[in-house]
């Protein structure tokens, strides 16, 4: 299938093209909440991994982001150094954590009835090299075959021009979560050439997102004292709140451990962001600059990514340019990037009759001393930067000194106006080469060739100048310069992760209510022992088991789940029904009132319905009443004695314990209500 992925530092999106036109697939909408459900965001696969207490292993995508402990984001920006990320009991490289969530989204297109083994995958157009190599190494981890890193601006244009089949100057505005990318091209004649690219890699909505915390916590008028539970809640809190007021001038947000609702207007929020949008702006300046043209020059203005639809960044963007942006209904600032590179793979493929030309962003070369009395070393290039891909360069060198018979070659990937040792300068790996014999200086020059792939791929040659015989022929694939990991290293932390097998669907629904028995419900049989035997558990009375009320406790809905799953293994071939009252829900903590809740869609939990007469008591003695099942619960139903006198009969009721951590069921006799004495007491 021709794929294209957009792989976001907040969200990533993946569309595939179908033979006549762009799909963008909807890989983990059934896990998107209905207070997070605004357009377009079924097709969001949020970069995020995730932790929680409620579940074993590793979370990704809309999981993580909303039912999570502790989440890890933006692994995108830490693909920059690749700098390790504590995971549980576990120290993981950022380009592992990327690879998990390239794993989950191919895992959830399985699921989709699709598949994704090769794409176009794109990268901002300001990232660095390093960063660069571990997307594509990431990918490559997961079992996706890159077919070519694409830049997010060429990506969106191909997108945008695809549609409308016109020619122009287009400027891409991409201010997604992490980045702000400006990006100037030119299409003519069905190609597109970047023209020029500024952008500056920290800044993005998480930045926005910190200055409307700060704003919220000035509003409460001191910092709240949250677990880190609710510091995650919080964090969620303030990304809704931004995306509301993109669309609505005031927002009314709850904030955990705060008792009353928050009020923020958008007008504040734009006063605390307007230095973070100028200097958004800067970018579009200095690519003006940079071509030498007015704003007139452009004619066209894309708007990209989830921070740019801020009405106040549209407003800026349009006073700038002195001229109005293209509508988002035109290129959709979610999805234009995925649609761009899914079109680009159908080219690549054959399947559109268009012509895309991918270059490279910077310069490839090895290091040379500065001369033959200097051991200071200089970048020397060999692939000039913006080089249509695929390339081919060759260049000459001599070893400093006569009979080595080894050489060490750096490959590099750099700027070559800016010293060797600069931080945008990356050090691919460094390549071994042995002289069949030691030689003199004048007899030992070789060349220096590199061939450079659409898909990212460097292969390296040496061969001697003086016979032509190979000293090195060897593909660049995996980068073992300092931090940068092979993909052996890669594969293992993935395995040590967690979550990483295949995906799977909720599990099947249990069925909730049999049709009626014969049996009245005043006068059900009980059960005879053995196999085949129904339960009913009052499962809020066991959430509730060993904690109180009056302390300050709240229920437990991990503490239900592990009895029902204890009762299923003691008895292996019985049905169980779980009821719980209206009030529950209200009763968890925030992350497990999410999971009681997805426990009701799959159906393995039933909540009685509000105002229902005698709760969920009546609702558990009806049932098992109808099912001749057995009552789980440690409460003594009194009220519903009389009306159903089999209650207090031998091995209907069982009751609940859990000493040392293993859940016991023994049968018990509810008590009876006390009679009252002659004096009415």
Not at 390 to 409: A, C, G, V, W
Request: hydrophobic share 40%.
């Amino acid at each position: 299938m021709t794929t294209g992925i957009d792989f976001g530092t907040t969200n990533s999106v993946v569309a595939q093209w179908n033979g006549e036109d762009v799909e963008v697939l909807s890989l983990d909408s059934e896990h998107l909440e209905d207070e997070w459900f605004y357009p377009s965001f079924e097709h969001l696969f949020p970069t995020i991994v995730g932790e929680s207490s409620l579940r074993l292993g590793t979370l990704f995508g809309w999981e993580a982001k909303l039912r999570s402990n502790r989440v890890i984001e933006a692994c995108k920006r830490m693909l920059r150094n690749d700098g390790g990320i504590q995971l549980r009991d576990r120290r993981i490289s950022a380009t592992a954590v990327a690879a998990g969530v390239f794993q989950a989204m191919r895992d959830r297109a399985e699921t989709n009835l699709t598949t994704i083994d090769s794409a176009v995958i794109t990268v901002p157009a300001n990232a660095k090299g390093g960063a660069r190599y571990r997307t594509r190494a990431a990918a490559r981890a997961a079992g996706i075959q890159v077919k070519a890193l694409l830049n997010e601006p060429t990506a969106a244009a191909l997108s945008y021009m695809h549609d409308i089949q016109e020619e122009g100057t287009i400027m891409v505005f991409d201010w997604g979560g992490g980045t702000i990318d400006v990006t100037v091209l030119e299409h003519r004649d069905g190609l597109f050439e970047e023209r020029a690219s500024r952008g500056v890699t920290q800044l993005g909505g998480l930045e926005v997102d910190k200055r409307l915390r700060a704003l919220i916590i000035r509003r409460i008028g001191y910092e709240p004292d949250l677990s880190p539970e609710e510091e995650r809640q919080f964090a969620l809190a303030v990304e809704r709140t931004k995306i509301r007021l993109s669309t609505e001038e005031t927002v009314l947000t709850r904030i955990p451990g705060v008792s009353r609702l928050i009020e923020v207007s958008r007008t504040e929020l734009e006063a605390q962001i307007g230095h973070l949008v100028e200097e958004a702006l800067q970018p579009v300046r200095m690519c003006l600059n940079d071509l030498g043209i007015e704003t007139t020059g452009v004619s066209d203005i894309l708007l990209i990514g989830g921070t740019s639809q801020m009405p106040c960044v549209r407003r800026a963007v349009e006073r700038l340019m002195d001229a109005e942006t293209v509508p988002a209904e035109i290129c959709h600032p979610m999805t234009a990037v995925a649609r761009g590179a899914a079109i680009a793979a159908a080219i690549m493929d054959g399947e559109l009759d268009s012509f895309l030309q991918v270059s490279s962003m910077y310069a490839l070369g090895t290091t040379a001393a500065r001369s033959l009395d200097s051991s200071e070393k200089v970048f020397s290039e060999i692939i000039k930067p913006r080089s249509p891909l695929p390339t081919r360069e060759r260049k000459s060198y001599t070893p400093k000194n006569d009979f080595q018979s080894e050489l060490k070659i750096e490959i590099w990937e750099a700027d070559p106006d800016k010293p060797l040792q600069h931080p945008e300068n990356f050090q691919l790996t460094t390549l071994r080469v042995r002289y069949p014999q030691p030689l003199p200086r004048s007899e030992a020059s070789f060349t220096l060739e590199y061939t450079y792939q659409a898909d990212g791929l460097l292969h390296v040659k040496a061969a001697l100048d003086k016979d032509g015989r190979m000293l090195v022929d060897q593909e660049i694939s995996d980068f073992t310069h300092g931090e940068t990991l092979t993909m052996s290293d890669i594969k293992r932390q993935m395995t040590a992760m967690e979550g990483l097998p295949q995906h799977t669907p909720s599990p099947d629904p249990q069925p909730r209510f049999s049709p009626p028995v014969s049996s009245s419900a005043t006068t059900g049989p009980a059960i005879a022992s053995g196999t085949g035997k129904a339960f009913v558990v009052d499962g809020s009375n066991l959430a509730w088991l060993g904690r109180d009320v009056r302390a300050g406790d709240s229920p437990s809905f991990t503490q239900l789940l592990e009895a029902v799953e204890a009762l299923r293994t003691q008895h292996p071939d019985s049905s169980v029904d779980v009821i719980v009252d209206a009030a529950l829900v209200h009763q968890l903590t925030f992350l497990e009132r999410e999971e009681l809740r997805k426990g009701m869609r799959s159906g393995l939990i039933t909540q009685v319905p509000a105002g229902t007469k005698g709760k969920a008591d009546r609702l558990v003695a009806t049932l098992a009443a109808r099912k001749q099942a057995i009552v789980v619960t440690n409460d003594s139903f009194k009220e519903l004695q009389a009306e159903f006198p089999w209650l207090l009969d031998s091995s209907r009721v069982l009751g609940a314990s859990n000493p040392g951590g293993e859940w016991i069921f023994l049968a018990r006799h509810p008590v009876r209500p006390r009679r009252p004495d002659v004096n009415g007491r």
